[in-house]
């Protein structure tokens, strides 16, 4: 059994973009389909597809290469972790990397990246870095 499906999904993405394949199955959450769709929207992933065997749900990772084979994740860390949760408030949120970056965040508006967090004015739970 999975503690954590979020950090399950980090570490599968990582791992596949390490031996450089084109695509990763993950396990499927609502959870984890919005962090996907942040990582679509910055360009990290090319794509992601939910897909129903019998009874389970997966979602299908399509990886993004740069022209020389080089993932385009850099760096990709789970911040909140089960035992010990990060919180940070609208004004602590403005910029990662000197904006090269994004955090992840659970907000009560969902689950947004950390330039939408600080239009809308919300802080919330930081779930992942990634850049």
Do not use: Q
């Not at 794509?47 to 019998?54: G, R």
């Not at 979602?59 to 993004?64: A, E, W, Y």
């Amino acid at each position: 059994m999975i503690n954590d499906m979020v950090s399950d999904a980090l570490t599968r993405i990582r791992n596949a973009s390490m031996r450089g394949l084109e695509t990763t199955t993950l396990l499927h959450s609502n959870l984890i389909e919005g962090v996907l769709r942040i990582f679509k929207e910055k360009g990290y992933i090319e794509d992601y597809n939910v897909k129903a065997e019998n009874v389970k749900k997966f979602i299908k990772v399509t990886l993004k290469y740069d022209e020389s084979g080089k993932c385009v994740i850099t760096e990709l860390k789970k911040i909140s972790k089960p035992g010990r949760r990060v919180y940070k408030g609208s004004n602590e949120i403005k910029k990662f990397k000197n904006g090269y970056g994004s955090y992840v965040l659970s907000t009560s508006k969902g689950i947004l990246s950390n330039e939408e967090a600080f239009k809308i004015g919300v802080g919330g739970e930081l779930l992942c870095s990634i850049w």
